[in-house]
T-cell receptor, first 116, second 112 residues
Framework: DAGVIQSPRHEVTEMGQEVTLRCKPI?????LFWYRQTMMRGLELLIY????????DSGMPEDRFSAKMPNASFSTLKIQPSEPRDSAVYFC??????????????FGSGTRLTVV | ELKVEQNPLFLSMQEGKNYTIYCNYS?????LYWYRQDPGKSLESLFV?????AVKQEGRLMASLDTKARLSTLHITAAVHDLSATYFC????????????FGDGTTLTVKP
């Protein structure tokens, strides 16, 4: 398995532009998570899905952020409009979670976003 | 609300020395995980601890779990420079639809 695949690896964009980050989870995993990591705030959970359904989006900073998971093999995180304070590394992670079985997360390589 | 506290947050140690990182969590949990993050890289799963008294070892790292004390330790034996990284612990509950709560991480620097 190729692991969790994120694209792009790096993104530099101008303030006000729309940014879309993409994630392909590991086949068979039923939970998907979007995290943001910065030096100041550490690792923050933005939103997570279970069986393609958003379960908790309380970590999404504001309405400029939105996430979708149209099927089990694809998710997007969109920022519109982007602002310099959105600059961070965004990680996608997936895992299998059941009522009696649970494995740790597999993280993607991350997308380093710079908004200028 | 489940909270996870790690200490220390920063640790600088000499090669060859032993040290322990602590992870406390606030409420009963079903799984405890340790992850490693190298600078500029992603997080990688190290250990999954499932029950009281569980111990896992890989190389110079050994993780243990005491569910009664709500405490996990990550013990480093005879540290080497390659172990320099940030170590995160995380816990979750089976009722939580897969969501783990992470600690703030312990940044370990091993000096020659």
């Amino acid at each position: 398995d190729a692991g969790v695949i994120q694209s792009p690896r790096h993104e530099v964009t101008e303030m006000g532009q729309e940014v879309t980050l993409r994630c392909k989870p590991i086949s068979g995993h039923n939970s998907l998570f979007w995290y943001r990591q910065t030096m100041m705030r550490g690792l923050e959970l933005l939103i997570y899905f279970n069986n393609n359904v958003p379960i908790d989006d309380s970590g999404m900073p504001e309405d400029r952020f939105s996430a979708k998971m149209p099927n089990a093999s694809f998710s997007t995180l969109k920022i519109q409009p982007s602002e310099p304070r959105d600059s961070a590394v965004y990680f996608c992670a997936s895992s299998f979670s059941g009522t009696t079985l649970r494995y740790g997360y597999t993280f993607g390589s991350g997308t380093r976003l710079t908004v200028v | 609300e489940l909270k996870v506290e790690q200490n220390p947050l920063f640790l600088s140690m000499q090669e060859g020395k032993n040290y322990t990182i602590y992870c406390n969590y606030s409420t009963t949990s079903d799984r405890l995980y340790w992850y490693r993050q190298d600078p500029g890289k992603s997080l990688e799963s190290l250990f999954v601890l499932l029950s009281n008294g569980a111990v896992k070892q890989e190389g110079r790292l050994m993780a243990s779990l005491d569910t009664k004390a709500r405490l996990s330790t990550l013990h480093i034996t005879a540290a080497v420079h390659d172990l320099s990284a940030t170590y995160f612990c995380a816990v979750d509950r089976l009722t939580n639809a897969g969501k783990s709560t992470f600690g703030d991480g312990t940044t370990l620097t091993v000096k020659p």
